[in-house]
């Protein structure tokens, strides 16, 4: 027996000598061979097997992956790049792009137009997936994760759309990269029913025009979605929940201009929505529910329309920096539904007939006092709110005209402690009418 | 010793239903969030339903516990137990340690039953449960237990009388609850860059903030990378330290006033 092992140890150990890793490798073709072999049009299947090459793809293939094919990258550039139209790149992981910001290095990396890259996974490289100055690719169905061993701002962006329009963006997971998606100057392009959390902004967005984000969830980011000097962007049946940290928000809009903000579901965030130097923007059937702040509009958000809002359980409803609001609360008769409105609808038509009017002390104290925020979750902010609506101290009014029912599916945490009290007087009672009882009988 | 107390103040605080009553506050308080959340046709995460119940307890814990240091330590001189004790020998530091610690070993024991129980239906409310972040959340609520309860100790300590106790808790409770933050608050817009330590200081010195922030960036609530120059200066310690100072301070700061006011009064000789 020891010998039969000493042989097998023997033969093992010369195969390893005369045959060194890298040479038994090559007994399978690199993606990069496969490629100069392939005719336009081909579809070239890999193996399940990992690739230990960075890939530059410039004819019209398609390239699909097994089960656990791998394409590992040098670590010193993209780990795959698109120079070519019409590209499909399906089912492969990609790991290890270079980690130099100032590169740009990807996962995937794009330059030319009308490709695909569907189902992929990204892992541990800077950027996931770079769109740069192309239009008409379709991104489906990919996982991409932030490379953990780099801090937050060392990492690049999940999917970065760089002069990049007209293209697809659906059913991406995308997780604990710097930003989600980053656009910067790309235009008229669809992103849809994407998962996106775990980043600094959800949503980075910058000179970028008539976009349209549909059915997208972001959730746990830093901030959901940060629109800025942006114009005609529309927002539809997305989700923007949980971004609590002392200044997340769910949606920001810094200079973002004739949005349509639609059907939106904002809960769980520091705030709702925040809004400066941003005007005539469409605010429509969102439900913007148990926020420390609801909206937070500074003045300097002019001719903005709110109609059929739901504003519910917010610590704070409202707040503004100063001044004058000058912002429409009703749009054709149809106002928004605020939970904290006695609403008297004596004809019964849905609408109230007495006006919303809200005003906040502590708004002023958070414009001037960041620091404000660290009071959101205290009891203290109702006495404080309410007594300085006694004294007439209260700024930063707003009326909505005609408000409407409110349909209540939200958890009122200032509540709690009316509760609380009722409940601890309840059980003391019971408790007391209990001993009494056992004294009679004793 | 030490067992023979504990197995005390578990008859007295059995027989004096604060055991059912902070059970079933906390069990029914917890399972109301739950329910509210359990509505919403929205996704909630495990994190955010334990701020909320943390919130509600903020209301409540710190009066029961407030409550129980105090009358515990009052029912001692009322019932003539102490000048007993005194007299095998203990002395008032024992003594004041030992009771402080066997009130801890049977409140923070059911609180944290009543917290695990109050939790059982989370699971179908919450996308997914993180035991990491529950562990938290009561290790959280123990410290603010046992931070009440040294200063309902010391409220113990210092009166006797029924109604003047309770008025001074109740008066305590207000102050932590909502005097502090309201000072806080009016004295927030006149707050410059130079102030902002100061604010900290006074700010954390409540233990409810303090246990408050620990719990937040404990649960990645606050996040503490990439802070503007104003918040780095604010949160100018780890939440650990702010903790654990605060928790230090009020606790040996109410055992010790305990003791030195017992033994001025000299309980011994009533």
Redesign the interface.
């Known amino acids: 027996m020891r010998k039969q092992l000493a042989a097998i140890f023997v033969i093992v150990g010369f195969a390893f000598i005369c045959f060194p890793r890298s040479a038994m490798a090559d007994e399978q073709a690199s993606i990069q061979e496969l490629l100069e072999t392939a005719e336009p049009g081909e579809s070239i299947q890999l193996e399940n097997h990992v690739y230990h090459e960075d890939v530059v793809i410039d004819k019209p293939v398609t390239i699909k992956g097994a089960e656990n094919t791998v394409i590992h990258g040098t670590g010193d550039g993209n780990v795959v790049t698109l120079n070519h139209d019409g590209i499909t790149l399906e089912n492969v992981t990609v790991k290890n792009s270079g980690s130099i910001l100032d590169y740009d290095y990807a996962g995937i990396k794009i330059y030319s137009n009308d490709n695909r890259v569907i189902d992929t996974t990204i892992e541990d490289s800077l950027h996931g997936i770079y769109l740069s100055e192309n239009t008409g690719n379709e991104l489906i169905g990919n996982t991409i994760i932030g490379n953990q061993q780099l801090?937050?701002?060392s990492r690049g962006n999940g999917i970065h759309l760089f002069h990049s329009s007209d293209n697809i963006i659906r059913n991406n997971t995308i997780d604990g990269a710097r930003d989600g998606v980053y656009f910067s100057f790309s235009e008229d392009n669809q992103v849809d029913r994407n998962r996106i959390t775990n980043h600094?902004y959800g949503l980075h967005y910058m000179y970028s025009d008539d976009n349209t984000f549909h059915q997208n969830e972001f959730?746990?980011n830093?901030g959901g979605a940060a629109i800025m000097y942006s114009d005609n962007i529309t927002l539809t049946g997305n989700?923007f929940?949980?971004h609590?940290?002392?200044?997340s928000f769910g949606i920001l809009l810094q200079t973002a201009n004739d949005a349509t903000i639609e059907n939106n579901?904002i809960?769980?965030n520091q705030k709702g929505i925040f809004m400066d130097q941003s005007n005539r923007n469409f605010f429509k059937g969102n439900?913007i529910t148990n926020n420390q702040i609801g909206l937070d509009v500074w003045n300097s958000s002019i001719n903005n329309q709110f109609t059929g809002n739901h504003i519910l359980e917010n610590n704070l409803q409202y707040t503004t920096n100063d001044g004058e609001d000058d912002n429409e609360w009703s749009v054709q008769g149809t106002g928004n539904a605020w939970s904290d409105h006695n609403v008297i609808d004596l004809d019964e038509d849905g609408t109230a007939d007495n006006a919303y009017v809200h005003t906040s002390a502590?708004g002023e104290?958070l414009s001037?006092?960041?620091?404000?925020v660290?009071?959101l979750?205290?009891?203290?902010?109702t006495?404080?709110e309410k007594w300085n609506e006694l004294i007439g101290k209260e700024k930063g009014t707003i009326q909505d005209p005609n408000p409407i029912h409110v349909q209540r599916?939200?958890?009122?945490?200032a509540s709690?402690?009316l509760?609380?009290m009722v409940?601890?007087a309840g059980?003391?009672g019971f408790?007391y009418w209990r001993?009494k009882r056992q004294q009679r009988r004793g | 010793m030490a067992l023979v107390m504990i197995a005390k103040e578990w008859k007295e605080f059995y027989r004096s239903s604060l055991l059912v009553i902070t059970a079933v506050l906390i069990v029914v308080s917890a399972w109301f969030v739950l329910f509210q959340y359990g509505v919403m046709e929205v996704p909630v995460a495990l994190r955010t339903g334990i701020v909320s119940v943390f919130q509600t307890s903020v209301y409540f814990l710190p009066l029961i516990a407030t409550v129980y240091g105090a009358f515990s330590m009052a029912m001692e001189k009322n019932r003539r137990t102490l000048p007993i004790v005194l007299a095998r020998g203990i002395t008032f530091q024992q003594f004041v340690l030992r009771k402080f610690i066997s009130l801890f070993a049977i409140f923070l024991p059911t609180i944290m039953i009543a917290y695990i129980i109050a939790m059982i239906p989370a699971k179908t409310v919450f996308g997914s449960l993180t035991v990491k972040e529950f562990a938290v959340f009561l290790f959280s609520i123990m410290v603010l237990a046992a931070i009440f309860m040294a200063i309902g100790l010391l409220l113990g300590s210092v009166i006797s009388e029924k109604l003047t106790l309770i008025g001074l808790i109740i008066g305590i409770w207000l102050t932590f609850i909502y005097l502090i933050d309201l000072l806080l608050m009016y004295w927030l817009p006149s707050v410059a860059m130079d102030d902002v330590l100061a604010f900290s200081i006074v700010y954390f010195l409540s233990p409810i903030h303090a246990v408050q922030y620990f719990l937040f960036v404990q649960l990645d609530v606050y996040r503490l990378s990439d802070l503007s120059a104003l918040y780095e200066q604010f949160t100018f310690q780890s939440p650990w330290l702010v903790l654990i100072f605060n928790a230090v301070l009020w606790i040996g700061l109410a055992i010790g006033l305990s003791i030195y006011l017992l033994k001025r009064k000299d309980v011994s000789h009533d």
């Open positions: 801090t937050q701002s600094r959730f746990e830093t989700q929940y949980d609590h940290n002392l200044q579901q809960h769980f439900v502590f104290v001037e006092q960041p620091l404000g660290l009071f979750h205290s009891p203290a902010l006495i404080y599916e939200t958890a009122s945490i709690f402690g509760w609380i409940l601890t059980i003391v408790i001993k």
